[in-house]
């Protein structure tokens, strides 16, 4: 008997792709499974979710002014959700940020690593075009574990926004253009990056959305992270070289590097929301609001 892991038939439901191993009998059970856990994990979400203006808690390090017309999924339930796209999930997620308005078609989810102090010293003299020759090259290795894996592989196809850094509020912000190899499509998923660092690692939002609105939802995106406040002794100018740890690593190598690992994730998880997430609404019971469609193509 085969078994099938939970992202395998996750990714049947996702993105309908042909399965690698034989077709077994328990398998249309399986992912009519995955799909219910899907669902559920949907419910649970949308009952959790917390309507702004209100003050959100990023584990132990920041907190985060949610304005109105967003909501706010806690961590618990958004990793159930993203549990359900490939039985991994990211456990770096704190929580997924979504508009109430039905007309939106975006999310942001919301994460915090823990890497140590990251030097920004490189940002001075960074050059985009060799990070993202860089990306690239870190994208098609990736390529290697979704080949094996049965996930679609990657193209990255340029800069959406050229990686730029505040070193004022010590904030970064880059997106990169990218789609399944062979796709056709235009209007590609685009994951817009947000980053404010601290003394021991990074929060960070993802914005997932697509090329035609992305320049839009630029704004929005900085509203949210100039909304984050660090902590009393958790701020990148609170680090003290004789006690904290550095990370391996500066920004450059954030983008270029480190991010290539994630992008096949958060591509996926815009693939899913995309097919499912758009049938859903909720009324938030403490403010009556709508919770509008999550993720919507057109």
Known sequence: MIIRTGWQRTRCL?????LTLPVQAEEPDAMAAAQAEYEAANIAAMQAAVAGPTDITINDQAHLQLPEGMAFIPKQQTQRLLQAIDGQGDSAVEGTIIPQSEDENWMLLVSYEKTGFIRDDDAKEWDPDGMLDSLKEGTEAANEERRQRGIPELEVLGWAEVPAYDSAQHQLRWSASARQKGSVDSNYTINYKTLALGREGYIGMNLITDMENVDR?????????NGIAYNDGKHYSDFSEETDQVAEYGLAALVAGVAAKKLGFFALAAAFFAKFAKVIFIAVAAGGATLGKLFRRK
């Open 14 to 18: 996702v993105l309908g792709l042909a």
């Open 217 to 225: 939802l630029k704004p929005l995106a900085s509203q949210l992270i």
